[in-house]
């Protein structure tokens, strides 16, 4: 099983990135996926989650209307399309696959995005 995430890195305020998380060895379209992401001394927090087919997706109220999660199954790739950075979205972002049916979670490594004001 791996996710792995890109499309991090450095980029001023009011700035837009678009990460990807690109998912192999588990049925993706099974898997309700999500971002989070951790700030330097901070809990790791949702930022967006996607169910499997697409049909629910719901965000933290720190992103909504500035972020938009979004998945290709047929690429087995869940994105997460950042407009209007601020500093404070400087963080970690990591992607998660959740089967609650089945207890099924996965993890990836992360990618640093950093926000300059």
């Known amino acids: 099983v791996r996710l792995v995430e890109s499309g991090g890195g450095l980029v001023q305020a009011g700035g837009s990135l678009r990460l990807s998380c690109a998912a192999s060895?588990?049925?993706?379209?099974?898997?309700?996926m999500s971002w989070h992401r951790q700030a330097p001394g901070k809990e790791r927090e949702l930022v967006a989650r996607?169910?499997?087919?697409?049909?629910?997706?719901n965000y933290a109220d720190s992103t909504k209307g500035r972020f938009t999660i979004s998945r290709d199954n047929a690429k087995n790739t869940v994105y997460l399309q950042m407009n209007s950075l601020k500093s404070e979205d400087t963080a970690v972002y990591y992607c998660?696959?959740?089967?609650?049916?089945?207890?099924?979670?996965?993890w990836g490594q992360g990618t640093q995005v950093t926000v300059s004001s």
């Open positions: 998660n696959a959740r089967w609650e049916l089945i207890s099924s979670i996965y």
């Open positions: 060895g588990f049925t993706f379209s099974r898997y309700d």
């Open positions: 996607i169910t499997g087919a697409g049909g629910m997706i």
